[in-house]
């Protein structure tokens, strides 16, 4: 079975958040699309079946477990399927129908790369956080409350997965690390998957795996709740263009790009566009542990 690997979120190689992405007839059994996701240690990969000629089951995997949606694999499968199935058209769309829902995504054609723009959909507002629990959290995250900025609530937004936005002055984005081990638990508690800390001022953003050991380089499942709570909290202006960074601290610079698309935050629709570069394509021979 062939895979392609290929540079999300950068429009030059060896840059942006790597993903192996893999196409197959037959749907894989669940325990072995885990264990070659946790060969090929990327941060997450892609498995496709072909449904029609534009639309693919979609199955998603970390190193730990399966997700219901995620940003990059998605925008970097949309422009290895553009590559393989409408390689001539400079223009092309693709569905992906993922365990709870349904995206689609449009991609575009350059020189080198590919870009593609996917609807996240409308972002769910969930908890606000009071101030005794922002400062128990800022704790689990190596932060005081000197480092939140300003009047900025802790707030878990979702655009597919429920993300805790953490609004921080810039100067403090270097020092954030996971400091307890069971933050997943915690995060639960305010109805949270995972959480994003977002630098307000320079709008640059940083999460890592819930066990705090492995730091993302560019996570596009984020930054669609990071542009509803930047409109929401009246930080950048609706139907505007935000660029989200991201990987700096990584060496691997990663740029996303926001659009929240409305007359109002909580009916908007939330799009999220980034550059894909193919780096290579390899072949899977072994199927079996």
């Not at 958040?17 to 240690?41: A, C, H």
């Not at 029609?52 to 995997?61: E, G, L, M």
């Not at 995206?103 to 969930?126: C, D, I, L, W």
Request: hydrophobic share 40%; proline share 4%; charged share 25%.
């Amino acid at each position: 079975m062939k895979y392609h690997h290929v540079d999300v979120f950068s429009d030059k190689p060896f840059s942006g958040n790597g993903l192996t992405i893999f196409i197959n007839e037959n749907p894989l059994d669940k325990s072995l699309m885990q264990t070659i996701t946790q060969e090929m240690r990327q941060f997450e990969s892609i498995f496709l079946n072909p449904i029609n000629s534009d639309t693919f089951r979609a199955r998603i995997f970390t190193m730990e477990e399966e997700l219901d949606f995620a940003g990059h694999p998605i925008i970097g499968a949309t422009a290895i399927v553009h590559d393989l199935y409408a390689k001539d058209a400079s223009e092309s769309k693709v569905n992906f129908q993922l365990n709870e829902k349904l995206v689609t995504v449009k991609t575009v054609k350059h020189n080198n790369h590919y870009s593609a723009q996917m609807n996240q959909g409308k972002p769910e507002f969930r908890n606000i956080l009071s101030k005794e629990q922002e400062e128990t959290f800022l704790r689990y995250f190596n932060l005081l409350p000197e480092d939140k900025y300003d009047h900025l609530p802790l707030q878990v937004i979702s655009t597919g997965l429920p993300y805790l936005i953490i609004p921080v002055k810039s100067k403090s984005l270097a020092k954030v690390k996971v400091t307890i081990p069971d933050l997943e638990e915690k995060l639960q508690e305010v109805n949270a998957k995972f959480f994003y800390v977002l630098d307000t001022e320079n709008l640059e953003g940083r999460t890592w795996d819930n066990f705090g050991l492995v730091e993302d380089i560019a996570t596009g499942s984020a930054a669609g709740p990071a542009g509803a709570y930047l409109v929401q909290n009246q930080l950048v202006n609706i139907d505007t263009e935000i660029i989200l960074n991201q990987g700096s601290f990584l060496g691997r610079p990663s740029k996303m790009k926001i659009i929240v698309n409305g007359t109002n935050v909580e009916e908007s629709e939330i799009y999220v566009e980034g550059d894909v570069c193919k780096i290579a394509v390899g072949e899977l021979f072994q199927f079996e542990r």
